[in-house]
């Protein structure tokens, strides 16, 4: 992973903002969230516009020509049209020569494009490609649900994967290490869309069971970190940083303390912009790079939950093994 980026549209939302047109208070939103602001996209701009900013700036600190990408991979719940894949738009707008298609895992989308980025990388297919997670959430938030409405934003965030020859023992404890997820359909209900293409012809609103998904989310954001530590023979001391899917500040703490893992190895930049969704570990990501927080060789454990219920995690040996 030797390049990383974001995006954040211009339009930023404190809690006392959506007081304005929401039966909230900043009190609330901070207490039972950690959230204090959040993005949301203009008018005429769209998931593909966020995703190719981010795309530029990874591309850019990857040190890298755009036209060695021969891959991209587009995580996004909310797609510029419903076909074709958002990634061949990113695809055209970069000017790059590579296929794109797009993986819908909703907030765990990005962990589930980086376990197919890695597979298709490891059969030889691929030497450099671009993972992005991508969502504009305001478009699909019902205002009239302020138990939803109040806790998603919009953002994009980016990530060049580079296949090096292994010439270096180093290199087998460098980059993605592993890779876990999962899915439960019988979870379906718990947060979805109340519309869909083949069932009403229309994208639908955000419907959301807070408290069970709350319960769920600490079970298996554990458990499948535990899982993607042992696959990679690592224990959790072993990890430098954190860096969890950013939904709510309580389920980042309370993650934290059941993995047992001191809380400033814990990436939080939830109150910044709330759930981003797929867009939601890149992103947090670039800005503990931004703060140099996280460093070249730093091993990162990743985690997100979303909508299905999907889930997973990745082990992670960032940056170039030789810099
Ligand atoms: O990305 C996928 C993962 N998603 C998540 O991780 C979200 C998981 N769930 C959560 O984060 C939390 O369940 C919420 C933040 C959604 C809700 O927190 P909660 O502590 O479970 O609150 P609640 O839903 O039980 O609501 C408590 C009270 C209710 O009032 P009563 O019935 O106790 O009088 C709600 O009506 O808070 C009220 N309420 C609000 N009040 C002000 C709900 N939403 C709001 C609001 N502003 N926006």
Redesign the pocket.
Same mark, same amino acid.
């Given at each position: 992973m030797t390049g990383v980026g974001s995006y954040l549209p211009k339009n930023k939302y404190s809690n006392d903002d959506l007081t304005k047109f929401?039966?909230?208070?900043d009190e609330?939103?901070t207490k #039972?969230?950690g959230i204090k602001f959040r993005h949301f996209v203009s008018k005429n701009e769209t998931t593909s516009d966020m995703a190719v900013n981010a795309a530029l700036n990874a591309i850019k600190n990857a040190y890298i020509k755009k036209e060695l990408i021969d891959l991209i991979i587009v995580a996004t719940t909310t797609p510029d049209n419903t076909f074709p894949a958002t990634a061949t738009l990113v695809q055209k707008k970069l000017g790059i020569n590579a296929p794109s298609f797009d993986v819908q895992a909703?907030?765990a989308g990005f962990v589930f494009a980086l376990s197919v980025a890695k597979s298709l990388m490891k059969d030889n297919h691929f030497s450099n490609c671009l993972v992005i997670g991508a969502d504009s959430m305001s478009k699909i938030l019902d205002w009239n649900d #302020?138990?939803?409405?109040?806790?998603f934003g919009d953002g994009a965030g980016a990530v060049v994967l580079q296949k090096f020859e292994n010439i270096d023992e180093k290199l087998n404890d460098w980059g993605i290490l592993s890779n876990v997820i999962h899915s439960d359909g019988n979870l379906y209900d718990l947060?979805k869309t109340n519309g869909g293409v083949s069932n009403n012809q229309s994208s639908g609103f955000i419907e959301?069971s $807070?408290?069970e998904?709350?319960k769920h989310?600490i079970d298996k954001l554990s458990s499948s970190l535990e899982e993607a530590l042992s696959l990679s023979n690592k224990v959790i001391n072993q990890l430098d940083f954190l860096v969890p899917?950013q +939904? %709510?500040q #309580?389920?980042i703490l309370a993650v934290a303390d059941k993995l047992k893992i001191n809380s400033k190895k814990v990436i939080s930049t939830v109150k910044d912009h709330g %759930?981003t969704?797929a867009a939601?570990i890149p992103l947090a990501l670039d800005h503990a790079i931004s703060d140099k927080k996280i460093k070249n060789g730093n091993l990162l454990g990743f985690q +997100?939950? $979303? $909508?299905g219920l999907s889930w997973g995690s990745s082990i992670i040996r960032i940056g170039k093994p030789h810099n």
């Open positions: 929401v039966d909230t208070s609330w939103v #039972r969230s909703v907030c #302020r138990t939803t409405s109040v806790l947060l959301m $807070g408290k998904v709350f989310a899917h +939904a %709510n #309580r389920i %759930n969704s939601s +997100a939950i $979303g $909508g």
